[in-house]
């Protein structure tokens, strides 16, 4: 997709506002067209462009190698020592990570940039990225190109400036390895090229006007999907233990039974049959004596390695023991104690099955 690009050319820095020269093209037509800044702003109308700031403005550096993935605030405290001015007046912007971890950075002051931000949007223009004029030369190695009526050096990692042509000069002898160009075509792409839109100024994606009820339903239809999916992996859960409760109920009351798939006509079988009584259903029957006795709590049943059964009692007085153990012989009282809450009793019962 072709995409516009707008120059505010250094001449305007002086005197930043609705006549600023710039030059303006499309990505694929290299030919621009000069014009003041109201009047490119009137061609363009309100279709995005890619800015390209003059070097002028801007200052580069090379960021000492950090870890893999630094924050913002890293960067910028790793590189304060080498700036201008203070890093509180600056809005900063990184390159991707060279080969040693070190990254380029441009700087700008912060309240000049978002001046001429504002000065663009109050001509209604909206820049799709940011970039520096010498940041965009495209050669890999180090390069001069005269543009706008001064040199630009970049490529490669060489410093990003703007040099007068007296300056470029006086430096060449030192700029030696420099190829210098006496024009290049302007550019079309921005690979490589750093977006000062960065951080707070970071471009966010315009939602169309029927994306947030679209976003809406589908938020909700994926909210009642995974809540019934929750729901039916909830109920299998249960489900499933219930299924092991079954399992373990019935083997401790039928033992050596082979469960069917119909549990229900096979309990109703089952308890229509003589079944010998098993030890826990001898144990219910005296548990079922203590109730009736009366005056008797039942605190704790202990299986014996002989089989039979330790119970711990609380009652009332001594008469109430006696009571339970009349008609028992296989109950035998163990230990009985005098205390507050009543009289605490141990009694073995023998199981004869």
């Known amino acids: 997709m072709s995409e516009h690009w707008l120059y505010l050319l250094p001449d305007g820095l002086a005197a930043p506002g609705s006549d600023w020269p710039t030059w303006r093209w499309r990505s694929d037509s290299q030919t621009p067209l000069a014009a003041p800044l109201h009047e490119a702003a009137q061609a363009l109308g309100a279709v995005p462009m890619v800015l390209v700031l003059p070097q002028e403005m801007l200052g580069w550096d090379l960021c000492p190698a950090l870890g893999r993935w630094p924050s913002r605030q890293a960067l910028g405290f790793a590189l304060e020592e080498q700036l201008a001015q203070p890093l509180e007046t600056l809005h900063l912007a990184f390159g991707a990570a060279l080969d040693d971890r070190r990254r380029a950075v441009l700087s700008v002051d912060r309240e000049r940039f978002a001046a001429v931000l504002t000065l663009l949007a109050g001509h209604g223009l909206s820049a799709l990225a940011v970039h520096a004029d010498a940041d965009l030369l495209a050669a890999e190695a180090p390069c001069a190109v005269w543009q706008a009526g001064r040199w630009l050096l970049g490529g490669g990692q060489a410093p990003?400036?703007?040099?007068?042509?007296?300056?470029?000069?006086?430096?060449?002898?030192?700029?030696?390895?420099?190829?210098?160009?006496?024009?290049?075509?302007?550019?079309?792409?921005?690979?490589?090229?750093?977006?000062?839109?960065?951080?707070?100024?970071?471009?966010?994606?315009?939602?169309?006007?029927?994306?947030?009820?679209?976003?809406?339903?589908?938020?909700?239809?994926?909210?009642?999907?995974?809540?019934?999916?929750?729901?039916?992996?909830?109920?299998?859960?249960?489900?499933?233990?219930?299924?092991?409760?079954?399992?373990?109920?019935?083997?401790?009351?039928?033992?050596?039974?082979?469960?069917?798939?119909?549990?229900?006509?096979?309990?109703?079988?089952?308890?229509?049959?003589?079944?010998?009584?098993?030890?826990?259903?001898?144990?219910?029957?005296?548990?079922?004596?203590?109730?009736?006795?009366?005056?008797?709590?039942?605190?704790?049943?202990?299986?014996?390695?002989?089989?039979?059964?330790r119970l711990e009692l609380l009652a009332e007085d001594l008469a109430d023991l006696e009571r339970l153990r009349q008609g028992r012989p296989q109950l035998a009282l163990v230990q009985a104690n005098m205390g507050a809450e009543g009289v605490q009793a141990q009694l073995l019962w023998e199981d004869e099955a």
């Open 160 to 309: 990003r400036l703007a040099l007068s042509a007296a300056d470029a000069e006086l430096l060449k002898p030192s700029l030696a390895a420099l190829q210098w160009l006496p024009e290049a075509p302007l550019p079309t792409r921005r690979t490589g090229a750093i977006d000062l839109l960065q951080g707070a100024l970071r471009r966010r994606r315009k939602v169309l006007a029927w994306q947030a009820p679209v976003l809406t339903a589908l938020l909700l239809l994926a909210l009642a999907c995974g809540f019934n999916e929750l729901r039916t992996a909830g109920v299998n859960a249960r489900l499933g233990a219930l299924q092991v409760l079954n399992d373990k109920r019935f083997e401790a009351l039928y033992p050596g039974v082979r469960r069917h798939d119909d549990l229900f006509a096979q309990l109703a079988s089952l308890q229509q049959q003589a079944a010998p009584d098993t030890r826990l259903q001898r144990l219910a029957v005296i548990s079922e004596a203590i109730v009736a006795t009366g005056n008797l709590r039942l605190e704790r049943v202990e299986l014996q390695a002989s089989g039979g059964w």
